[in-house]
């Protein structure tokens, strides 16, 4: 048997440990808890930023508000494009969320460890992209006080129902019900941790506000064997939610006539980019998360390197929807979806298109190296590049489609008004700033799956030694 | 001090395959009420500890069918009894256009019934429980295994469980009271 054994050190190489430094379970609570205790230990950076993004988020309301009070006029959509900025934000918002349930139920059910260091971090950033995407339909109704409308409730002041045959109304159904189910699903993981913090806490307020929270979680057996089921439950819940979400807002665009929009690949097509760029979104901010609150022992170049293969993986997927849709422009031999693909590569908007296609299929490549998935400048770029390019993906497909419909008398061109492009940073503003007091304020890491992948690695170790010892 | 006013003896273990170990030895002597409380799911301990399988799946699954059978009632009975109203002279109702709805609301019955189901039959949000008064209870949700022999168990004598627990490796064992 002795040749079959492998030593503790070529195990490492081969299967690399998700926890690093060996920590015990209490120095892993102490690392994860003392980020939220500890007021006078909050970086000052952490203060200014938040200062800075908050001002942001106040920029978004001094914004809606404006648009409320003036209407829809002050954004740039205007004849034919009139689903411009806007719907690209929304599309562009929802995609970023899609990575968090991703990593949250679909990795939980490929049984993926590495996902326990970073699932929190991207279930939150789901809830806080979804608001944002909200946020412009909302606003895009122009009456955002009628939204109930939207839902079948039985009122007076509308006598009619909603039209079920459209896929707006699926969209309402789906983005609401996603929201629901994440905000489910992330609260699910934080109680046991919210115990944690409750038997940590020293002060009244804390004791009672996460004695609340942690709805007297005590980690009884019986509880945890209910509480496995219910998580394996919800992964299996989330995984055809999430790939149904943005199909139901890929329909918005196939189910139309519009040239560029009626195609049956765009379910695929969508979920893919929206993977794509809700993984750079979670790269971008872990990497400043690591930065910032040392959690190297935790997010690990592995798990790193793990993300960016996923964004290789789907950045190509996306590069080939992006051949396939000009290959059936030209093979259907339709006048006017070969227009539209020729217009979008060549036409006045070629620059968005080179972008978009820079950004998503060209850079990306250099993933098929080692070391670039592995040197954390390369990964933080890209993360950027790639979300810059699925903005301008979204973007590419409204405005370009839109703006040379069938009539050439009504062609025009789209400019956005500088309450748009405020609107827009504003929603970065307020996912930072709900991010950043997430980070400071709740345990960002799940404490209790990572100690149960540490337990798993302590005794696989054990097994590995005492092979290795006969 | 009675059995009366006891919820039990309790004694903490420094990992989980000692608690399983623990657990399974104290099966074994006929007690029969037991609870343990740690910091992660444990596995192999419900086994010891004869601890059945969970019945939630049964009822997400008829909350599943409810929210379906929701959802394809509200269109059908929106669109064809209570305000006909015939749009792109498409028919008033097919399934074929509600299956979106259908599916998001199936999912969304389901993932209530997962959380609230699994918080209900977890007897929570109980804010109070007696192996709080455990003066190391801390530990069940940082880096100790608990295990409770508690004092409802026939077996169940003050001084002896707790030397039982004790004698199978437990630091800190107290009666705890309820």
């Not at chain 1, 039209?163 to 159904?173: A, G, Q, T």
């Not at chain 1, 790269?283 to 959690?295: C, D, E, K, P, Q």
């Not at chain 1, 006017?336 to 908007?349: D, H, S, T």
């Not at chain 2, 929106?78 to 299956?99: C, D, H």
Request: hydrophobic content about 50%; proline content about 5%; aromatic content about 16%.
């Amino acid at each position: 048997m002795a040749d079959l054994a492998i030593s503790p050190q070529e195990m490492q190489e081969v299967r690399p440990n998700l926890v690093q430094g060996n920590p015990s379970y209490h120095d892993l609570t102490e690392e994860i808890s003392s980020i939220t205790e500890n007021l006078k230990a909050t970086p000052m950076r952490w203060y200014v930023t938040t200062s800075i993004t908050g001002a942001i988020t106040g920029m978004l309301g001094l914004m809606l508000a404006w648009l409320v009070y003036n209407g829809i006029g002050v954004w740039g959509n205007n004849s034919p494009v009139f689903w411009a900025w806007d719907i690209t934000n929304f599309v562009f918002w929802i995609g970023i969320g899609h990575a968090g349930t991703l990593i949250s139920a679909i990795l939980f059910l490929l049984r993926q460890k590495w996902r326990t260091s970073i699932n929190r971090s991207a279930e939150a950033m789901t809830l806080f992209a979804v608001m944002c995407a909200g946020i412009f339909p909302l606003f895009h109704t122009g009456r955002p006080w009628r939204a109930y409308w939207l839902f079948p409730i039985p009122n007076t002041d509308l006598s009619l129902w909603q039209n079920f045959r459209s896929p707006l109304i699926w969209d309402v159904f789906a983005v609401s019900t996603y929201f629901t189910v994440s905000l489910l699903f992330w609260f699910v993981g934080l109680v046991p941790d919210l115990a944690t913090l409750r038997d940590r806490a020293v002060d009244k307020v804390r004791q009672y506000v996460f004695g609340i929270l942690a709805l007297g979680w005590r980690g009884s057996v019986r509880h945890w064997r209910h509480y496995e089921l219910a998580y394996l439950i919800l992964a299996g819940l989330s995984t055809p939610l999430v790939l149904s979400v943005h199909t139901i807002v890929s329909f918005d665009f196939a189910t139309s006539v519009m040239p560029g929009w009626h195609t049956t690949i765009f379910p695929p097509y969508f979920v893919a980019g929206a993977i794509f760029s809700g993984f750079a979104m979670v790269m971008t901010l872990l990497l400043i998360a690591r930065w910032t609150l040392h959690l190297e022992n935790l997010i690990t170049i592995k798990h790193l390197e793990n993300m960016n293969k996923i964004i290789l993986a789907t950045g190509s997927i996306v590069g080939y929807a992006y051949c396939t849709e000009f290959f059936i422009a030209w093979y259907s031999g339709n006048m006017y979806e070969k227009f539209a693909f020729m217009n979008r590569a060549f036409g006045p908007y070629s620059w968005a298109y080179w972008t978009m296609f820079t950004c998503n299929v060209f850079i990306p490549q250099i993933y098929w190296s080692k070391w670039a998935r592995r040197n954390l400048i390369v990964m933080f770029i890209i993360s950027i590049t790639t979300n810059i390019g699925m903005w301008f993906e979204r973007f590419v497909i409204i405005v370009t489609s839109l703006h040379r419909d069938y009539l050439p008398s009504s062609w025009g061109y789209f400019h956005p008004t500088y309450v748009d492009m405020c609107t827009l940073a504003g929603t970065f503003g307020l996912f930072l700033t709900a991010f950043l007091l997430f980070a400071r304020f709740l345990p960002m890491i799940a404490l209790s799956e990572v100690k149960g992948v540490l337990a798993d690695q302590k005794h696989r170790a054990h097994a590995v030694a005492e092979v290795a010892g006969d | 001090m009675t059995n009366s006013n006891l919820y039990g003896a309790v004694g903490s273990f420094e990992d989980g395959p000692e608690l399983v170990e623990a657990a399974r030895a104290v099966r074994e002597l006929g007690y029969t009420k037991l609870d343990a409380f740690t910091p992660f799911p444990v596995h192999g301990i419900d086994e010891a500890m004869g601890i059945p399988r969970s019945k939630l799946g049964w009822i997400v699954l008829c909350a599943g069918f409810l929210g379906a059978a929701s959802a394809l009632s509200l269109i059908w009975w929106t669109g064809t009894v209570s305000y006909p109203l015939v749009i792109g002279g498409k028919p008033l109702f097919a399934l074929e256009f509600s299956i979106p709805v259908t599916f998001e609301l199936t999912v969304l019955f389901s993932a209530f019934a997962a959380v609230f189901g699994m918080f209900a039959l977890n007897g929570l949000p109980r804010l109070y429980h007696p192996v709080f008064n455990y003066t190391k209870f801390a530990g069940a949700t940082d880096d100790k295994f608990l295990l409770a022999i508690e004092a409802t168990d026939p077996k169940f004598d003050a001084e002896q469980s707790a030397r039982l627990l004790a004698t199978l490796g437990a630091h800190s064992v107290q009666l705890v009271e309820a």
